[in-house]
């Protein structure tokens, strides 16, 4: 098993340029959380899917953030337009319905200029 | 109040001895509760989860739940320098979203 895969694993852009992060959960699972981490914020989720259907993104910050699960297979989380305020670790993660602990990629380090 | 609490640290222990991690959680409806621990520059990997009132141990590692004081908390016996890391406490609230603490960070020194 591969794994939380997330692409690109380091980005940065510029003041607002468009960016997409991209996450392929593991296979079966079927819950997937997009998290960012900063040293000042901690992990805070961002957007929850549950059988590709977004169930929870009141932890998105702003309408600049969209996220989206087409499949199964894969989801994406975009800014556009990027702030420097945007820069941080972007985690995604998975797991199986039920109460089991979450699989996490790791991650993609965005630093916004 | 913030749905999950930890104490920030550093907490630092010498070798040989035992850590004590704890975390306090505000939604008493939450069922699963987690300790990952993560390394720097590197995602949070699971080391345990506790599901019911008491203790499960799992090598070095202990966790307690207090489902009664929504409280957490992990013992490290044995404590080693590759031990020094974030640990991170996650609990499963109703909602079944994962909300996290904003972590604790330990040094264990040789």
């Known amino acids: 098993d591969a794994g939380v895969i997330q692409s690109p694993r380091h980005e940065v852009t510029e003041m607002g340029q468009e960016v997409t992060l991209r996450c392929k959960p593991i296979?079966?699972?079927?819950?997937l959380f997009w998290y960012r981490q900063t040293m000042m914020r901690g992990l805070e989720l961002l957007i929850y899917?549950?059988?590709?259907?977004?169930?929870?993104d009141s932890g998105m910050p702003e309408d600049r953030f969209s996220a989206k699960m087409p499949n199964a297979s894969f989801s994406t989380l975009k800014i556009q337009p990027s702030e420097p305020r945007d820069s941080a670790v972007y985690f995604c993660?998975?797991?199986?319905?039920?109460?089991?602990?979450?699989?996490f990629g790791q991650g993609t380090r965005l630093t916004v200029v | 109040q913030k749905e999950v609490e930890q104490n920030s640290g550093p907490l630092s222990v010498p070798e040989g001895a035992i850590a004590s991690l704890n975390c306090t959680y505000s939604?008493?409806?939450?069922?699963?509760f987690f300790w990952y621990r993560q390394y720097s520059g590197k995602s949070p990997e699971l080391i345990m989860s506790?599901?019911?009132?008491g203790d499960k141990e799992d090598g070095r590692f202990t966790a307690q739940l207090n489902k009664a004081s929504q409280y957490v908390s992990l013992l490290i016996r044995d404590s080693q320098p590759s031990d020094s890391a974030t640990y991170l406490c996650?609990?499963?609230?109703?909602?079944?979203?994962?909300?996290f603490g904003t972590g604790t960070r330990l040094k264990v020194l040789a």
């Open positions: 899917f549950n059988n590709n259907v977004p169930i929870d």
């Open positions: 996650a609990v499963r609230a109703r909602t079944y979203k994962y909300i």
């Open positions: 939604d008493r409806g939450s069922q699963s």
């Open positions: 296979s079966g699972h079927n819950s």
């Open positions: 993660a998975s797991n199986s319905d039920g109460l089991t602990e979450a699989f």
């Open positions: 506790i599901y019911s009132n």
